[in-house]
């Protein structure tokens, strides 16, 4: 029988790992996707609600969000879209398409 001494010296570093273990589930993992989706909804409209009603330049950020429209054809001509001359254009050509001569009418 013999005996084998180790003399070691320096640091012992001794380390302790704990957790939990659990399995993955689908259902939690849409819970929490769909909480903080709705967080975020949530988070805009209490950032408009403070800046439209509580803060003292109100009036800058409403003017800023919200665009008033006097003249609808002015609204149009500035985006580069003329509705009235289109639709006008395509009721022409469906009435045009379906051979009845009675509805066409001339500008």
Do not use: W
Not at 7 to 16: D, N, P, S, T
Not at 71 to 90: K, N, V
């Amino acid at each position: 029988m013999h005996r084998t001494l180790v003399k070691a010296y320096g640091i012992r570093f001794q380390i302790i790992v704990s957790g939990k273990a659990g399995k993955f589930s689908i259902v939690p993992l849409l819970l929490n996707i769909g909480s903080g989706i709705a967080l975020l909804g949530i988070a805009t409209v209490i950032c408009d609600f403070i800046v439209m009603y509580i803060v003292k330049r109100r009036s800058y950020y409403k003017d800023k969000k919200y665009q008033l429209v006097e003249d609808r054809e002015a609204l149009f001509e500035a985006d580069g879209y003329d509705e009235l001359a289109t639709t006008e254009q395509s009721e022409k050509d469906s009435l045009n398409r379906s051979g009845d001569d009675s509805k066409l009418y001339t500008e």
